[in-house]
Structures are given as C-alpha cells and as structure tokens.
C-alpha cells in the first residue's frame, strides 16, 4: 500500500511538472503584462494543485510510512484533507495498530488550522485543533508491562535537545470530542473505561505576550460510569503557573478502585459511592513553597466495611464534607462542616486482645529520611469549624476477657465545633449516648489541641457495675450481683503545666451487692451511697471531699475455721511482671495525697461478723450504727469531729463522740459502753479454757486520746473507768459454777500505751465465789479449766522447757491504789479421797494498799476469812507483785483446825484414821532478789491415830515410830519446815517445796530418825552413831558432845530403845595395831638400855623414840625378834639394811581377827558406860549388839572405827 501510495504522488509531481513545462512555453511567446498575470494564474494553480493533491498525499505517507517506523506498529489513514487556502489539514479514520492486533488507539477525524499569520509572528498560530472521537486502548499484563512500554524504553539516537527551546505557538482552541480510553488490567484484573470524554482547551500560548492570559480547559466525560466535570484555567508558560480548576465527580464507585490500594489485612470495603465538588488551585511564589490551594465539598455514601470473613465493620450512609480553601502544601486544612449521618460501628476485640478496628488505622512506617537538617517540617494546621455524627449506632464486643462482654451504644449523637490545631484555638465538644441497658453519658468539653488542654463535663448516669465486671473480675475476687452508678464531674487538664483535676464530683451508687462467691452471702449492701461536692487534682495529689453518705448499709465480716477473713481477701494480690529485667528504676518520689473529708454521715448500718474459728461459731450483730464526721483532713494539724453510736446485739450500746487530727495522728473520744454482755465472746475461750460464761456485762465510761508523732507507734491513753457485773462461769464438763461474782469495779483508771502505764484508783470486787475440786480422777478443777494439763502434757511430750522471754523486758509501769476483797466465798472438794472431803473458806475479805510495779514500792496486805466458819485465817504483810523483782513478806496464820476431819487423808496415806487432833499453821515467808525464804511451823496438838485402815497406797513405814519421834512429853509435834529457793529456776515451785520438805521430814523421821533429832535438840551433827581413832577406843571430846545430844533425845522421847552395835576395821585397825606395836617393839629396847643406865621406869607409851636413836634400837628389837632370819652360805645371820630389818620387823608383827573383836568390845563398853552415867536412861533400854568386823578394801561404803545406834 505504501508502495502504491509513492507511485501515485510520483505521477502527480510528473503531471506537474509537463504542466508547469507547458505554461513557461506559453509565457516565454507572451507580452509582459499578460506574462506576470500569467505567472500569478501558474501559481495558484500550482499551489492549489499541490496543496488540495499532493501535500495530503505526502502527508498521509509521511504519517503512515514514518509512524509506522517509530511505533513500531502499523499505522493508517482513511484519507487526508488539505485546504491550502485555509491552512487547514484534515485526517480521516486515523488509527494505530496494536502489536497483538488489537487497536491502540484511533480517531475518526483530526483537524488543525493553522493561521497565516504564523509566518509574521514567527510562531505556530492554530486557530483550531480537533480531535474527533478518540479512543485509547490501554492494556497491562500479569506482569505489569503495558502495551506501549515498549514506546518509553526505545533508545534516542538522535541528539537531546533543550526542553526550554521548544517552536513558540498560539493554540486558540483545542478539541476533543467524544473520545474514549479504555484500560484493561490484568494485573489488577480490573477495567476502566473513561468514555464521552469531552475536551475544550481556548488560548494557549507560548508566547512572551500571552503569559499572562488565562488558558480555558474543559473536560467532560464520564469515568466507569461516574460524571465528571472539570472547569478550569490555566498559565501554564508564566512563571506563577497560576492554575484553578472545579472538579465535579458524581458516584464514583470506591471499590472499583481499591485494586491499587493497600488496604490492611482482613479489610474489605464492600461500597462506597463518592461524589465531589471541589475547587483546586496552584500557584508558584517568590517563596520556595507554591501554593496550592483545595477547597469544596465531598460526600461519602453507602460506605460498607468488612473483614475478610465478611463481618461489619463499618456502616456509614452518609459522610459529608465542606473545605474551605485550604493551602495542602502549607499543610493548612480547613473544613467548615464534616457529618456524619447514622454510622454503624462494629468494634470487637479477640481473644487475644486486638482490636479489630485497629486495622483500620494506618501503620507507622519506618522513618525513610537519610539527610540531618535542622529546619523543622511544618506542623499541619487542621480546622474543623463544625463536626457533627448523627444517631450513631456503636456495637462492641470483648472476647479477650473470661466472660465475653458486649454492649451496643444508641444513639450516640457528637458535635465538634470551632476545632482547630492551631495555637490558642479552642473547640466546643458536646457529647450523647445511650447504652441497651439504659446508661447515658453526657458531656460539654472545651479543648484546645495546641498545646493540648481540656475542660468540661461529663455526666454518666445509670452505669450497672455486673454489666462491666469482665473488666474488673480480675483484680477482685467478689462478685458485684447489682448496683448502678451515676458518676458526673468537672474536668480540667493542661498538658503543658501537667495539671489534671475534677471539681463538682458527684458519685452515686445505689442498690449495690457484693457476694462472695465461695458462700454465695451478700457480704456488702449499699442502698444508697452518695459522694458529692467532690475535688480531685490528680497532678497536685489533692482530693476535697465535700460530702460522703450513706443508709442502711449492710456488712457481713467472717472468719473461716481456717483462719481467713473475708475482707482480706477481696482484692487479687499483683503479680510478678514476666522478663522484667534486674535493673532498678529510680522514680521521684510524689508527694503523698492530700485528702478532705468535710462531712461523712452514715446512718442505720449494720454490721453483723461471724466467727467460724473457735469451736463453737460466734456471731455478732452491731444494728442502728451511725457515723458522723466533719472537717477531716490529712493536712497538717486539722481537727475534725467524729461520732459513733451502735447498739451491740440490740442490748448493749456503744458510743465515741469527739475531734480527730489525721496528721499527725490525734484523737480526743469520749467513749461510753452500756451492758455490753461479754457471754456472747465466750467462744474465743473455749480453746483457752474450760469454762462457759453464763453471765456478765461490761460497762465504761472515759476519754480515749491517741496521738502518733512522725513514724513512732501509736500513744494511747484512757481515763475513766470500768465494771463488770452479774458475772456468772460453770465448769463445763461438771456444769456447776466455777466462778461468780456480783461486781467488779475499777475506778480512776488511767492506761497510756507507748509508753505504757496503768494507773487504777481503786479494784473491788464483792460477793464473789469459786469452786476448787479435785475430780475423782485426781486432776483438779482449775487445772483442767485453764488447760494446764494439756499444755503440760505437750511440753513433756515435746520436751520443751518453759524459757522466760521476758527476763530483759522493761517492768510496765503500774499503780493501783487499793484493791478491796468483800463476801469471798471458796469451796473445795476431794472427789478423789474416799470417802470424799469438802471444805469452805468462809467471810473471805481484805484489802491492798498502794500495789505499784516501782522498785521498792511496798504494799500493806491484810485477808481475813474462816474455815468451815469456826477455824480463822488471817493473811498480814507487805508484797510487791508488780515489779521486776517480786517481794513478799507475809505471814499467815491459820489455827484452831480440826484434824478429824481429814481422817479421809490420813487413811489412804498413812493407813489410820484420825480419832483426835487440831493443827496451827504458822507460815512466813521472804521474796527479795528472786530469793526465797520460808519458815513453815506446823503445830499438831494431841495428834492421835486411830483404827488401821486397810488401803493400797498407805505407807509401809512405821507410821507410829514417826510420831512417837516427833511428839514431845506435852503431846505436841512441834515442826519447824524451813523452805528456800530461786524464781530463776525452772523448776521452781512453792507448793512442791513446802510438800517436799514435809515428806522429806515424815521420811528422815522413819529413815534418819537419829539426823531428826540431832535437828530438834541441836548440836547440829549425825548422832546415829560415834567415830574412835583407829586401833583405838577412846571416846574424844567432840564424840562425848554427840553422846550428850543422844542422852536428851532418849530422855525427851521415852517411847524409845536404843541399840548399840561397835566396829572395827580389819584393814585400818590392823594397820594402825601393827605400827602401835612395832613402835612399842622399840620403846620395849630404849626402856631396857633406860633400866640398865639405873633411870627409872616409865610406860611405854610415855617414851619416845629420836631420830639418832631409830637404827640402834630397830637392830636390837630385830636381833631380839624370834621369826627367822636370812642367813648367809655359812649359815650365819646376814647383815640388813634398817629398811630391811624394818621391813622383816614390821610384817612379821600379827594382828587377828579376836584382836579386832576385842577392840569393838572396848568401844561398845565405852560408849555404854557413858549413856548410863548419865542418869536419865535406864539399862532396859539399852541393848548391846554382836561386833561387826568390816574389811574397808572390800566394803568401802561402811566405816569400821564406829560404834553404830538404832531406835526402836
């Protein structure tokens, strides 16, 4: 085709040229006016030939052939039209092929015109361009490579030419009408066709001249279905480019777009209908920024958001803005009105905790700037002069929680207006919803975004406190089964001075439940509980309560047999963080709160506690408390009232009315308690002891102050006084009464604690009784009731020793002024004793004066009392129990009782009964320095057993040969019992002591009767027997003195024989009559020399031997000797050293066993001789008894040199 079309324009210019030919023939024969007229008519006919024939020819083959080329795609024309007069071209059925064979673009018909006058303005003037139903076709593959990249990518072979040194024009008007793109996405799979596609362009122009005249653009057309309008105009060859456009898109379809945009995961966007009126204007200035401005309105409707399973997310019918023009590059942004028409939000969180709206918010992306610099981006100015969302329906849903929550809010009605982000602006927020349950939260806020500040009110009424329990379950661990709330308050917060406070605060609760869920007990009840006129700096740690009431609330207080109260365990204890790391932060320290309490009043409460611990449960109900108080404060020093009054278990009262210092801690009661019945907290000593109150109240009335100085402990102090009355107790197990009394008072009392001190004017107790009885088993009574027993059975069991604890412990401070006794009443019984015993302690009564707990402090004793109303007792001194070393010094007198009666005694332990007797107790003992000491004088007077008794647990002992020990010639036994001790040891016990002593004195009497007398008679030493030198038999002085001390005894106890019995040593007397007789050996040979020098004779025990004389005379006694001697080989007697001879000498001396009789003989007849000379005993009641020889090596308990006693 191309080839053809080359051909036919070759003819045509031959055709011209044999014509043109001709007419030079023709002028050549031609005059020269009728040559130039000829010449023009050549002319035009040449231009008019080659203008209407040849240059569409060449245009339409330079177009096809060379298009071609550089498109690389087939390029062709239908025809080509030119009017050489007009200057106009026009070309009909253009159109460019594709490389797959589809169309890439065509158009039914272009025309320029092009103005004459281009040629004298040396610039392209077209009067008109025109481009007639145009149509684009568009196609990206899977790849994204479109169908003319090809046509971008080609390399340039020619050289670049300047951009700026463009041909200068003048369009006048440009066309195109009814065109067409349409774009195929495969990548996308999506198609966008842009048809109808209208476009008027007037006065363009690149010429100096015009670069200030306005360029006129209209495009119409309509794009998937969506109108579109925009007006404009233009300067686009001036330096300011001054631009304004209107941009009217009607119903654009949002989804068909979102192809190309990323929405976040899960995120559908099921419709959105878009319709815009905006405004857009641009403008360069001298300033670096330009200034494009955007303005109008849009309209979002029918918006549907869901997540990827096909749940709402969003609904909003209708979204509308307005803008006023704003300046986008500036980052100024002003709309005039946003609304929000009934939107629909569907906001849930999972269960593992995100939030599904959060994927509609847009994610921080990482910072992407790599050049430091130190200017500042401008901040983005936002005004909104009027925001409005309309009937809003919100549905949240919470899955994270161990109980799902969900609740719908309806309407939910927002208006904004006046906000902006600029410094000083302050917006208007007015705020209203409802919840399905009928809760409502109202607010009126002012804030102002730069910097950031708040005020206003908020107002939520009717809140239910179950409803949101999936947000608070966990850090309680109670059930809140009802209650609403109403909670409004002024507000006001300042980022930039870190300031946050609420005034005016008002809290309601009403018809509040608390359950505790193991027994499913409402344990708290608030009908009605109002906080009001209430101020809270949340910054500055202030909290102003005007006003706190309540009525006719309910508290349940318990223990559990375990131990654990209910109101400690309300709260779940915090965790450990997990991967917290080692380091310590360091915080600043806050100051603590400051809190105002200006009036509490709770009236009608009650409070009812019980007790499950102790055995038997104990419950308590404290009914009609009110509780008042005004103007507390932890402020420093401020005082306030306070005032309580109850009723314990509808009987007793209770009442503290006076002023409270918070900081530091001070308060100044008067408290007053009325027959408060004390049997109701008998349960709580059911495991301490064993006794049942029956009976009692407590009554007092005094001043309690407590003050507390910076972190030292609490000081309490209280003046007043106190009674217990009508106090009635049985013994549980033998349910008779153990303790009684008609009144104990204490009068001026005065306690302070840090430091403590006890003051008590006076104690008097009157008209009290006590039962002590020994039960048939043997345990006592008051034993078993204060549980001694069992804690003394456990501590031998474990083999614990009672420690003091407080031995280094400073001595409390006490005095009391006077303790009174009067109408005492004890009785005892022996169950245990058959048959049994009783006895009472009658007209009990006494007093003590002055007892005080202060080193050296004395107080005057006296107790008087009766037993069995005849035999009288009388208790005197002076004690001091109160202090750190206890002191007593007291006697007690007991006389004139009877002994008959304890004949149950006497019988199963001594196997007698009593006929006849009386008893005298003279009792002193001393206390001092933990020291004590005791006098014990036991007076029996005409003490006579009678008949045997025959009882397993008497005594084997001569019970009769220790009476007739102790009784004197007057039938008296007269005992002194001495007793001492230390309070540090132990095992300390006076009652043990006093026993032990007179079973140690009945035992000595039978087992040491001679040890007892020596005690009653004096002298101090063992009589039982008298000691002789050894091998002697001699009585010496000192023995003589033992002797005596036994001849009173025998004279004052004429009831009794006495035995005599001698001893000798078979090893000592031995010894000793060997040596008597080996010296006797050499006093025998020095009184022979004396007889032959003619001296005198002498006794032998008078001579005494020398040192110079010792070897002459043991050679001579050894010579003299007659037991063999040693000999020599010769037979002549050997030559011996002294210590030979006297060794020979020595052991060839015999003692015999008749010696050793002989010698216990001699000490027997001795010590006989000298009881009889004596004169007070008689030779009847001495018997003498066969010698005893004892072997000492063998025996060395016994002592052979003795002459040994018995009674009898």
């Known amino acids: 085709m191309l080839r053809t079309q080359t051909n036919q324009t070759r003819e045509a210019y031959a055709l011209n040229q044999s014509k043109l030919s001709n007419g030079l023939d023709m002028m050549r024969s031609m005059s020269g006016t009728r040559k130039v007229l000829a010449g023009v008519v050549l002319f035009f006919l040449f231009y008019t030939i080659a203008g209407f024939v040849v240059v569409p020819l060449v245009i339409r083959a330079v177009l096809t052939d060379r298009g071609s080329t550089a498109l690389h795609r087939e390029v062709t024309i239908e025809d080509v039209n030119v009017n050489p007069y007009t200057f106009t071209v026009q070309i009909t059925g253009l159109t460019v092929g594709g490389r797959n064979g589809e169309a890439l673009t065509a158009a039914k018909e272009v025309m320029i015109n092009i103005q004459m006058y281009s040629l004298f303005k040396r610039a392209l003037v077209v009067r008109e361009f025109v481009i007639s139903e145009p149509a684009i076709h568009l196609v990206r593959s899977r790849t994204g490579d479109l169908n003319i990249s090809d046509l971008f990518s080609a390399k340039k072979t020619g050289p670049e030419s300047d951009p700026g040194a463009f041909f200068p024009f003048f369009l006048q008007h440009a066309e195109i009408a009814k065109g067409k793109i349409d774009f195929v996405d495969h990548a996308r799979d999506s198609r966008h066709l842009f048809k109808d596609i209208d476009l008027d362009i007037v006065f363009l122009s690149s010429l100096p001249q015009d670069k200030t005249v306005d360029t006129r653009i209209r495009l119409a057309g309509i794009l998937n279905g969506s109108p579109v309008s925009i007006n404009g105009k233009s300067r686009p060859f001036d330096d300011t480019l001054q631009t304004v456009f209107d941009v009217d898109i009607k ?394 009054d109850l009723s314990v278990e509808g009987q007793g009262k209770l009442a503290a009315h006076g002023s409270v210092v918070l900081n530091p801690l001070e308060a100044d009661l008067e408290v007053n308690a009325d027959n408060i019945r004390i049997s109701r907290f008998q349960p709580y000593l059911a495991d301490k002891i064993k006794l049942l109150i029956t009976d009692g109240r407590f009554n007092t009335a005094g001043r309690v102050l407590m003050t507390q100085a910076g972190d030292e402990k609490i000081s309490l102090a209280y003046k007043g006084w106190a009674d217990l009355n009508r106090f009635a107790s049985l013994d549980q197990q033998m349910a008779r009464d153990f303790i009684n009394w008609g009144d104990l008072h204490l009068a001026d009392l005065d306690i302070t604690v840090n430091p403590t001190r006890i003051s008590l004017g006076e104690i008097s107790l009157s008209d009290f009784y006590t039962r002590l009885i020994v039960n048939a088993d043997g345990t006592l009574n008051l034993s078993r009731i204060l549980g001694q027993q069992e804690k003394h059975a456990q501590e031998k069991q474990s083999g614990q020793t009672p420690v003091d604890m407080d031995k280094d412990a400073e001595v409390l401070p006490i005095k009391i002024g006077s303790v009174t006794l009067q109408g005492g009443r004890i009785s005892f019984s022996d169950r245990y004793i058959q048959p049994n015993f009783n006895a009472e302690l009658m007209e009990l009564g006494g007093r003590i004066s002055e007892l005080s707990s202060a080193a050296g402090a004395r107080a005057d004793l006296m107790v008087k009392g009766r037993l069995d109303n005849y035999a009288p007792l009388e208790i005197t001194g002076a004690i001091n129990p109160l202090s750190r070393d206890l002191f007593v010094d007291v006697r007690i007198d007991f006389s004139d009782i009877e002994m008959s009666p304890f004949t149950p005694y006497s019988g199963k332990y001594l196997g007698y009964t009593l006929q006849k007797g009386k008893l005298a107790l003279q009792l002193q003992y001393e206390l001092a320095d933990k020291k004590l000491k005791g006098k014990n004088r036991i007076i029996f007077d005409q003490l006579t057993l009678g008949q045997k008794v025959d009882s397993p647990e008497a005594t084997s002992l001569p019970v009769g040969l220790a009476i007739s020990l102790l009784t004197d010639r007057s039938g008296k036994i007269d005992v002194d019992l001495p007793v001492q001790g230390n309070l540090d040891d132990p095992e300390f016990s006076l009652g043990s002591i006093v026993f032990k002593a007179l079973v140690n004195l009945i035992a000595k009497a039978i087992t040491s009767p001679f040890a007892l007398l020596s005690s009653v008679f004096g002298g101090g030493e063992e009589i039982s027997h008298v000691e002789f030198d050894y091998g002697g038999s001699a009585i010496g002085d000192d023995q003589a003195k033992k002797l005596d001390t036994l001849v009173q005894a025998l004279y004052d106890r004429p009831a009794l024989q006495l035995e005599i019995q001698g001893t000798a040593d078979s090893v000592k007397d031995s010894r000793k009559i060997r040596r008597d007789r080996f010296d006797n050996l050499l006093k025998a040979e020095k009184l022979k020399s004396m007889l032959q020098q003619g001296m005198a004779a002498v006794s032998v025990d008078d001579i005494l031997v020398t040192p110079d004389e010792y070897e002459a005379l043991l050679a001579k006694a050894y010579e003299a000797a007659l037991f063999a001697k040693p000999r020599d080989e010769a037979g002549n007697i050997k030559s011996l050293t002294a210590d030979e001879m006297e060794k020979l000498l020595y052991t060839n001396i015999e003692v015999t066993k008749d010696d050793l009789n002989q010698l216990a003989y001699e000490r027997t007849g001795h010590v006989r001789d000298f009881l009889l000379k004596s004169g007070r005993i008689t030779q009847d009641r001495i018997f003498i008894l066969q010698p005893e020889v004892i072997d000492s090596d063998k025996d060395s308990e016994k002592q052979g040199n003795r002459v040994n006693f018995t009674l009898k």
Request: glycine share 6%; hydrophobic share 35%; proline share 7%.
């Open 251 to 644: 119903k654009i379809r949002i989804p068909h777009y979102l192809p190309y945009v990323t929405l976040p995961p899960g995120i559908k966007v099921r419709s959105a209908t878009l319709d815009t009126g905006i405004s857009l204007s641009y403008e360069k200035t001298k300033s670096a920024m330009p200034r494009l401005t955007l303005g109008g309105r849009a309209g979002l409707s029918n918006t549907v958001v869901c997540d990827s399973q096909d749940r709402l997310l969003a609904a909003i019918p209708m979204l509308s803005l307005s803008m006023a023009p704003s300046e986008i590059l500036k980052k100024q942004i002003h709309f005039t009105r946003v609304t929000l028409d009934a939107p629909k939000l569907n906001a849930a969180v999972s269960e593992t905790g995100q939030l599904n709206m959060a994927r509609l918010l847009p994610e921080a992306g990482p910072d992407t700037s790599t050049e430091k610099t130190d200017k500042k981006p401008a901040a983005l100015s936002l005004q909104v002069d009027y925001f409005r969302v309309n009937a809003a329906t919100v549905t949240y849903a919470d899955a994270s929680r161990a109980a799902p929550f969900t609740t719908k809010l309806y309407p939910l009605d927002l208006t904004i207006e006046n906000f902006s982000t600029n410094p000083g602006e302050n917006a208007l927020v007015t705020l209203s919803m409802t919840t399905e349950s009928g809760e409502s939260l109202n607010g009126r806020v002012h804030c102002s975004p730069a910097p950031f500040a708040s005020n206003g009110m908020l107002a939520f009424k009717n809140i239910s406190l179950p409803k949101y329990a999936p947000y608070y379950e966990k850090y309680i661990r109670f059930s809140i089964t009802d209650g609403t709330a109403d909670f409004r308050f002024d507000y006001q917060y300042e980022k930039k001075q870190q300031t946050f406070a609420l005034s005016n605060t008002r809290l309601s609760l009403s018809s509040v439940k608390l359950t505790d869920p193991e027994n499913r007990k409402n344990f708290l009840t608030l009908p009605a509980l109002t906080m009001d006129d209430t101020r809270i700096d949340i910054s500055g740690g202030v909290l102003d309560m005007g006003s706190l009431s309540a009525r006719d609330a309910y508290l349940w207080a318990g223990r559990s047999a375990q131990g654990e109260i209910n109101l400690t365990r309300l709260f779940a204890t915090a965790e450990p963080a997990e991967n917290t790391s080692p380091a310590k932060t360091v915080r600043k320290e806050k100051p603590a709160w400051q809190v105002t309490l200006e009036d509490l009043k709770f009236e009608n409460c009650t409070v009812e506690a019980e007790d499950l611990m102790p055995p038997d449960p104990v419950c308590l109900k404290l009914k009609g408390i009110t509780l008042a108080a005004a103007g507390l404060g932890t402020q420093a020093n401020k005082r306030g009232t306070v005032s309580l």
